[in-house]
């Protein structure tokens, strides 16, 4: 099997870093693309956090000098021909999302909070039941995460190119967004995230990365 | 707030494994894994398994971020662990 990390334009050699289970990178190259390989000899790819690691340093290794497709985790092939027979066959899709994330990195924003406590010791309209509170709470959850996901985004709109967002993925995790963030302005797109952390009061803002693009690789993604 | 977690200064790979930062980053890392990316679903074999261990470890990653907002609240909704 063939388990692939990422494309980008045509590579001469591979990253010296060593693959997910400790085989050497290889490069499959077509005429207008690369994917970075390793020999894999399991069916099933364990999903264990140095797995993980070591996909994403792979990953890492080739954005530094480059523009970067990451692939998912766990992407295998059965041999060689079957990896460029696909690069062949989407090549013009990748070769343009290559182009789209030209320059730019992904810098993964969120924010903790303390969900709202319970109010079932005090109704909010008298003779609601359980259910109708429950809902209630909710609706003014998303609200209240809606509106610290736009205080955010005016600050960092104009520092990216496009976003991507989750409300409530948890309780505690009002937001989770993703932004495309250009080289020049990944400093001060940090320091404006500590800046919103410190200025707003009910929530921990906090940003991760910079990330290779995986929130952005689909080709229709604007 | 304060005492927040600002993560950037290094790539992730490169970030140290300790501590709350480490689950938050963790947490980031295994979403984009395996929700983002280049799917090549239809002409390749998508083999991931122990998706359902990943996801207990994940509960106590998420445990562990909601202690951040000093409440230890047992959540167990993780969006976007799905295979």
């Known amino acids: ?222 | 707030m304060s005492e927040r977690a600002v993560l950037t200064g290094t790539t992730p790979a490169a970030m140290p494994r300790t501590g709350p930062e480490r689950d938050i980053t963790l947490l980031e890392l295994v979403d984009r894994l395996l929700e983002g990316g280049v799917s090549i679903h239809g002409d390749m074999t998508l083999a991931v398994a122990d998706i359902d261990l990943l996801r207990i470890g994940l509960r106590v990653v998420v445990a562990s971020v909601d202690s951040l907002s000093d409440r230890a609240e047992d959540v167990s909704i993780v969006g976007g662990t799905k295979p």
């Open chain 1, 1 to 222: 099997m063939i388990y692939l990390y990422a494309l980008a334009e045509p590579l001469s050699e591979a990253p010296s870093e060593r693959g997910v289970d400790g085989a050497p990178l290889r490069v499959l190259t077509t005429e207008k693309l690369s994917a970075v390989v390793s020999d894999y000899t399991s069916s099933s790819v364990h999903v264990e956090e140095n797995m993980l690691w070591g996909h994403e340093r792979v990953v890492e290794a080739i954005m530094t000098d480059r523009p970067v497709l990451p692939m998912r985790f766990g992407s295998v092939a059965p041999d060689d021909a079957a990896v460029r027979h696909m690069l062949a066959r989407r090549q013009k899709e990748f070769s343009a999302t290559l182009r789209r994330l030209t320059g730019m990195v992904e810098i993964g924003v969120g924010a903790v909070w303390q969900p709202e406590t319970t109010t079932a010791d005090q109704p909010v309209e008298p003779g609601m039941g359980p259910g109708s509170a429950y809902l209630l709470r909710r609706s003014g959850s998303y609200r209240r995460a809606r509106s610290l996901l736009e205080r955010v985004d005016r600050v960092l709109a104009e520092l990216s190119k496009t976003r991507v967002d989750r409300l409530l993925k948890s309780p505690t995790l009002p937001v989770s967004a993703a932004y495309l963030v250009p080289h020049r302005n990944v400093h001060t797109f940090t320091d404006r995230v500590a800046e919103l952390d410190a200025e707003i009061e009910d929530a921990q803002v906090f940003c991760t990365g910079p990330w290779p693009p995986y929130s952005f690789t689909r080709a229709q993604a604007s």
